[in-house]
């Protein structure tokens, strides 16, 4: 299946790709590759979902969170390909960071959730290395933000 196709069996409505909230762009391009800026997890009716994880959020609300980021992600590089998905030929590496405890060590099971959405929706194409980070403090107390370099054609 596309990866449109498998957004729909999801029940998956992109949002407009969220606009840069400081001195930077979006994504940048070059070449074959698209790098795109790190997302927080900036629910589309504009909730973000903010706390650390570990103590005022669950381990559960920080896969949601993650999910969100790669949603995000999902429609910075549309709109990198000028809106069409198809164009999309892998997906590289991610990196996760997520706002937690000191004493919380299941990051990968928090980034788990962007990365098995991106599987979900790419498929082979979504497969990709990547790191998850734990940090004291992220943009406006996100709790995750998720970067991503993308191959396209």
């Not at 790709?17 to 070059?30: D, I, R």
Request: glycine share 8%; aromatic share 4%.
């Amino acid at each position: 299946m596309t990866a449109e196709e498998n957004l729909k069996k999801l029940n998956i409505l992109l949002p407009q790709a969220p606009s840069p909230v400081g001195a930077y762009v979006a994504y940048k391009k070059t070449k074959d590759l698209v790098f795109i800026s790190g997302q927080i997890s900036l629910k589309e009716n504009g909730k973000l979902i903010k706390g650390k994880i570990g103590s005022e959020l669950t381990l559960d609300q920080g896969i949601e969170a993650a999910q969100v980021c790669a949603i995000n992600i999902i429609s910075q590089v549309k709109s990198a390909c000028k809106g069409d998905l198809h164009k999309v030929k892998n997906c590289i590496k991610i990196t996760g960071f997520v706002n937690s405890t000191s004493d919380f060590i299941d990051q990968p099971k928090v980034i788990n959730g962007a990365s098995e959405l991106l599987v979900d929706i790419f498929e082979e194409s979504g497969k990709h290395s990547r790191a998850a980070v734990s940090v004291n403090s992220l943009p406006l107390g996100a709790a995750v933000e998720i970067e991503a370099i993308f191959e396209i054609n």
